[in-house]
């Protein structure tokens, strides 16, 4: 189902295979003053062919000199030109070497650079005042070629002998662990690192800096896990240390299989434009995601973390010991890693109920899907673009919602059963898609992989529909193509799905379960006797959206109380989906959110409820601005009120993280000046020293006070980001200078953006919640628009289209068409996908303005505001 790439556009970008690579030998010598490296590579190939000519991956390096050497001393010397297009070196030599193994040396130079990718630098201040820099790597998807001359492919698997000469005063980390340190007689150090397993390019991975390292930690299979850090900050690393040794045993038991390297080091740095890097054995992070204090941290911000470390410890097994064999499948690497955050997560917390915090990440690769600039979670990848385009939603959410599906629907020992044969039939190899559903379906009794192949080959997704017959003993379930409206758009689609269907049927006090295959566009089932009600997606495990009558959903409403959280959250979920597909009217949503939210204790809900309210928001006209906020307070008070502002002792973190979401959201879209005064004096308390405070309700307050703030705050906000105790402390004042409502204070934060004021791996996220800012959005798209060259020169190519995301809250016809009109001229090659949905969903938002604003004003004035 998939379509195939010409050969010839293909062959542009993928190495011949007439020389192959077994083993590098590396040393390479930073210069961190200077920002340049110096490096050797002695790399063990098997010439396959007679060739004259050897064709590698390097970019922005100079090779000074090539040779081919034979097993019987034989030295062929090479000429070096570069193709920049395609980023390889050509090696010509002055004969041709015979098939056999042989050993090419090279020597070449390089720039630490300021891109955030390859081999290039980040800067710290120290707790002097000292301005320090280190040299770090990001080879994914495609930079190896920026630090070494390589061949740069998945499937060109090889080991790797790191040796790393540094001045004295610097530590240095590679991906195994070190076995000798050397002293070259020129007052710096040569650290040697042993050999590692075969891998890809795309996974070797150097650190040099002024950096700490912590004591070792082993876990119950004999791992040393360490921490790697930026001076004065060591006290931040137990938790995430403590996360990676727990998360490291969870999965050598999950998989079966032992963890591949000798050793893991988590390196915190400071400039990093991904979250992480799961390189073998020394996998890098930005700050925010491994140090952290946990006391002052909310429970989101310490779930962030152990996703994250999860994450990249599962990428040990699945990415690093079985790769994808070209970029196209990347999904399998990080939809499988997401897959199994959830679960080490899961496990290591239990009390924070992960797979019911899921249904957020599951919404947004809903939101993307239900566009018509969708794709398939796998697609064709020919150039570096296609393969950075890659690392999006639907690679990541949509990837491991629907493996979440086909495990609910098996049975979870039986997919581990699959996945267990899978690694260890594939172990350090490459492998396709096939061969996972493949290793499933060999211990499965349904048709795996032609389940799977609808969900990964086409994109979108569908309804199911549920109707009764016969006097309510038979369900009719129908599959519809679920599609956003765009105003632009025309019809959808018609594919098909073969949709693993869970319902649960309440009779009575009874609850009953039924699973079905929908394989085609309807089918049946029949019942002993009428339900009172049908839940079309039980513990909402199915990636398809439920399609409900007004009496059937308003029948699950009344039986709401037997639903589990996760359940509740999809009921308003697919119930705001269905207004911008045009299919429900606002002031519906507004009602069904006045019936959960009486009794409704669940921080997940709620934060549905607030993301559909906050929606609604943007589009109220200012003549009914009062009654929206009045209408605001009626849903949300009530449930503040008797939840109220103290914590009780032994409360749990997500009733700490209800009342965070309650307190914003009553502040910042009620406009309710009680809570706006009480978030401020608890910010004045945080800010002074304060103890004993809920860290929700601080991080609240931070966001209430930014939204009302005024020139004062703004000033206040930007010291606290320049001197935070945290990490996540900085980030909650950074991010909340984006949503501060004076445009004096708005553009001082876009001047920001252009200097060192705000890090480049910021800059792209600080733009897009700026563009979401109600009231200065138009503003911030301006300057976006007006300073472009400016603005993208600075962030990390990856980050641009991030960037771009906010320009889906630009929702009037004036500036949606300002910004298509820009667009045009101003293409993202990286990215030219995504940018195509951030068009559509800001269209679908432009119709809902036109279709909802209208009648919602209509709605919140009647209702007495």
Not at 471 to 499: C, I, K, M, Y
Not at 631 to 642: E, F, G, K, W
Request: glycine content about 8%.
């Amino acid at each position: 189902m998939t379509t195939e790439p010409a050969s010839a556009d293909l062959d542009r970008y993928r190495l011949p295979r007439t020389v192959v690579p077994s083993h590098y030998e590396l040393e390479l010598a930073p210069d961190l003053d200077a920002a340049t490296f110096t490096g050797t590579a002695r790399i063990d190939v098997e010439v396959v062919e007679p060739v004259d000519e050897i064709v590698l991956n390097a970019l922005d390096l100079e090779i000074a000199t090539a040779a081919l050497i034979g097993p019987n001393g034989t030295t062929l010397t090479g000429t070096v030109t570069y193709d920049t297009e395609t980023e390889r070196a050509m090696i010509s030599l002055d004969e041709a070497a015979a098939p056999g193994p042989w050993q090419l040396d090279l020597a070449f130079t390089g720039e630490l650079n300021d891109k955030l990718v390859g081999f290039y630098r980040s800067t710290f201040t120290d707790d002097s005042g000292q301005a320090r820099t280190l040299a770090v790597t990001q080879m994914e998807s495609t930079h190896a070629r920026r630090a070494f001359p390589c061949w740069d492919e998945p499937d060109f698997k090889a080991t790797f002998a790191v040796s790393l000469v540094v001045a004295s005063d610097l530590a240095a980390v590679s991906n195994a662990a070190q076995i000798a340190d050397e002293d070259p007689g020129d007052g710096r150090r040569r650290v040697r690192f042993a050999t590692t397993m075969v891998m890809s390019t795309y996974l070797v991975a150097f650190v040099v800096g002024p950096l700490e390292i912590t004591e070792a930690r082993m876990t119950a299979g004999g791992v040393p896990v360490r921490i790697v850090h930026p001076p004065g900050k060591g006290h931040l690393t137990p938790y995430a240390l403590d996360a990676a040794v727990f998360c490291l045993d969870f999965f050598a038991e999950w998989f079966d299989i032992d963890y591949p390297g000798d050793k893991l080091d988590l390196v915190a740095v400071p400039d990093f434009a991904f979250g992480a890097m799961e390189n073998l054995g020394c996998v890098t992070f930005r700050e925010v995601l491994l140090l952290i204090d946990p006391e002052s941290a909310t429970q989101p911000e310490l779930e962030r973390l152990v996703d994250v470390v999860a994450h990249e410890l599962a990428h040990m097994w699945f990415g690093d010991l079985v790769t994808m064999g070209w970029w196209e499948g990347i999904w399998l690497n990080e939809a499988f890693a997401t897959f199994m955050e959830m679960l080490a997560t899961d496990a290591y917390r239990p009390e924070w109920q992960r797979w019911a915090t899921f249904g957020l990440s599951r919404t947004a690769a809903f939101d993307v899907d239900a566009l018509a600039n969708t794709r398939p979670i796998e697609f064709p990848v020919i150039s570096p673009e296609d393969a950075e385009g890659m690392f999006d939603l639907l690679t990541y959410e949509k990837g491991a919602a629907v493996l979440r599906m086909l495990e609910q629907y098996l049975g979870a020992e039986t997919f581990q059963a699959g996945i267990r044969h899978y690694l260890r039939t594939h172990e350090y190899g490459n492998t396709v898609t096939t061969d996972l559903w493949d290793a499933i379906d060999s211990v499965a009794d349904e048709p795996v992989r032609r389940i799977m192949d609808t969900w990964i080959y086409q994109g979108g997704f569908p309804s199911v529909e549920v109707s009764t017959e016969n006097g309510g003993r038979r369900l009719r379930l129908t599959q519809h193509t679920f599609r956003a409206l765009d105003p632009a758009g025309g019809e959808p689609p018609r594919p098909s799905w073969v949709v693993p269907v869970t319902l649960r049927l309440g009779r009575g006090g009874d609850d009953i379960v039924e699973r079905v295959l929908l394989d085609g566009e309807t089918t049946t089932i029949d019942l002993d006797s009428p339900a009172d009600w049908v839940l079309v997606n039980a513990d909402s495990s199915g990636f398809y959206r439920a399609r409900y009558s007004t009496e059937t959903r308003r029948a699950l409403v009344d039986a709401h109380s037997r639903l589990s959280a996760l359940e509740r959250y999809s009921l308003v979920d697919d119930a705001w989906a269905t207004v911008l597909a045009g299919e429900l009217d606002s002031p519906s949503f507004l009602d069904l959110c006045r019936s959960l939210a009486g009794d409704e204790t669940d921080v997940s809900v709620w934060q549905r409820i607030a993301g559909g309210l906050g929606s609604l928001d943007r589009i109220v006209p200012d003549t009914a601005r009062s009654g929206w906020e009045t209408t605001v307070r009626s849903i949300v008070a009530p449930a503040l009120d008797q939840l109220g502002w103290d914590p009780a002792d032994g409360e749990s973190d997500r009733t700490r993280a209800l009342r965070g979401t309650l307190v914003r959201t009553l502040a910042n879209l009620g406009n309710d000046p009680d809570t706006i005064d009480r978030a401020r004096s608890l910010h004045e308390q945080a800010v002074g020293g304060g103890t004993g405070l809920d860290p929700a309700l601080v991080a609240a307050a931070v966001e209430v006070v930014a939204a009302t703030g005024s020139s004062a705050d703004f000033d206040h906000f930007v010291e606290r980001q320049e001197h935070a105790d945290t990490p996540q402390e900085r980030q909650r004042h950074l991010h909340a200078l984006a949503d501060f409502p004076g445009s004096a204070e708005i553009d001082r934060l876009l001047a920001m953006v252009l200097t060192d004021s705000i890090r480049s791996q910021d800059a792209a996220f600080v733009l897009r919640r700026a563009l979401t800012n109600r009231g200065n959005g138009p503003r911030v798209w301006e300057f976006v628009r007006d300073r472009w060259d400016e603005v993208t020169t600075k962030l990390p190519s990856m980050t641009v289209v991030r960037m771009v995301d906010g320009v889906r809250a630009l929702s009037t016809p004036e500036l949606a068409a300002d910004v298509e009109a820009f667009f045009a001229d101003h293409p993202l090659p990286q990215a030219t996908k995504t940018l195509a949905q951030h068009l559509e969903a800001m269209r679908v938002n432009v119709g809902l303005r036109g279709r909802e604003a209208d009648r919602l004003a209509a709605a919140v004035t009647s209702a007495g505001g």
